[in-house]
């Protein structure tokens, strides 16, 4: 399986209070643990909120976890073209927008920094909000190149325009079952049949701020929802081919 959404947080290094929430540890260890029943064998490690800006655990992370996984960063309007090169080198494939925790939400600015860090090192923009408030953003997502949501958009009232963006190429993450609020299945279903590599699945531990946290039994979910053989695109290959993920060796 690869998890193409997962936190570590590690407290070696900065954290950040956002809207009064800072999350207990949960390190490399910590989620190898917790996957170790489940065949995870690659997955991105996403910045949180309570991160800001900082690059230095996440450059950890992604050393200790080795090359099957890749970094989901966020980043000023102003970073430095060689940081983004650097990053890149260290494992990092994609900028995040957390506009659900606050984020700037300025069009122009989202369209300037993922058009610019994708012309540099080939990222895509992931974001993290509300399909339901995606109005003013959606003709920015369908412009970009590569382009990804959270979380399967959150919302019921949010899926429709999910959809159309679905069919203009926009990735969703099939994760954090246990914070959204739409039928799962439904959602799954719906946007499988509009673009098979679109969803790609993630566990979100450590669920941090969700009502319930990640179960082992969500995997089983996307199985019996869309069939052994989708799944398998869900659960690994279109993460894989998003995040530009090596192949594991193939056993002696």
């Known amino acids: 399986m690869i998890d193409?959404?997962?936190?570590?947080?590690?407290?070696?290094?900065?954290?950040?209070?956002?809207?009064?929430?800072?999350?207990p540890r949960f390190t490399v260890g910590d989620y190898r643990w917790r996957v170790r029943g489940?065949?995870?064998?690659?997955?991105?490690?996403?910045?949180?909120?309570?991160?800001?800006?900082?690059?230095?655990?996440?450059r950890a992370a992604l050393a200790e976890l080795g090359p099957g996984f890749a970094g989901v960063t966020q980043?000023?309007?102003t970073v430095a073209d060689e940081q983004v090169r650097a990053l890149h080198g260290a494992g990092v494939r994609a900028v995040r927008f957390a506009l659900r925790r606050g984020a700037a939400s300025d069009?122009?600015?989202i369209e300037r920094l993922a058009r610019r860090v994708h012309d540099l090192a080939g990222w895509h923009a992931e974001f993290y909000l509300d399909a339901a408030a995606l109005e003013h953003l959606a003709p920015v997502l369908r412009r970009l190149p590569r382009a990804g949501v959270d979380h399967l958009g959150l919302s019921?009232?949010?899926?429709?325009?999910?959809?159309?963006?679905?069919?203009?190429?926009?990735?969703?993450?099939?994760?954090?079952?246990?914070?959204?609020d739409l039928d799962v299945p439904e959602a799954l279903r719906r946007i499988h049949a509009v673009d098979?590599?679109?969803?790609?699945f993630g566990t979100d531990l450590p669920s941090t701020r969700a009502r319930r946290p990640f179960r082992d039994t969500d995997v089983a979910l996307?199985?019996?929802?869309?069939?052994?053989?989708?799944?398998?695109a869900v659960l690994h290959d279109n993460a894989a081919a998003w995040y530009g993920l090596p192949r594991p060796a193939a056993a002696p």
């Open 4 to 23: 193409a959404h997962l936190h570590v947080v590690d407290p070696r290094f900065p954290l950040v209070p956002n809207q009064g929430y800072v999350p």
């Open 38 to 58: 489940l065949g995870v064998v690659g997955g991105a490690v996403v910045s949180g909120s309570f991160q800001g800006q900082d690059q230095s655990w996440l």
């Open 75 to 77: 980043l000023p309007p």
């Open 107 to 109: 069009p122009a600015g």
């Open 156 to 180: 019921a009232a949010g899926l429709p325009r999910l959809l159309e963006l679905v069919g203009h190429g926009v990735k969703v993450k099939a994760t954090g079952f246990g914070r959204v």
């Open 196 to 200: 098979p590599t679109a969803l790609l």
């Open 222 to 232: 996307v199985v019996g929802t869309l069939g052994a053989d989708a799944a398998a």
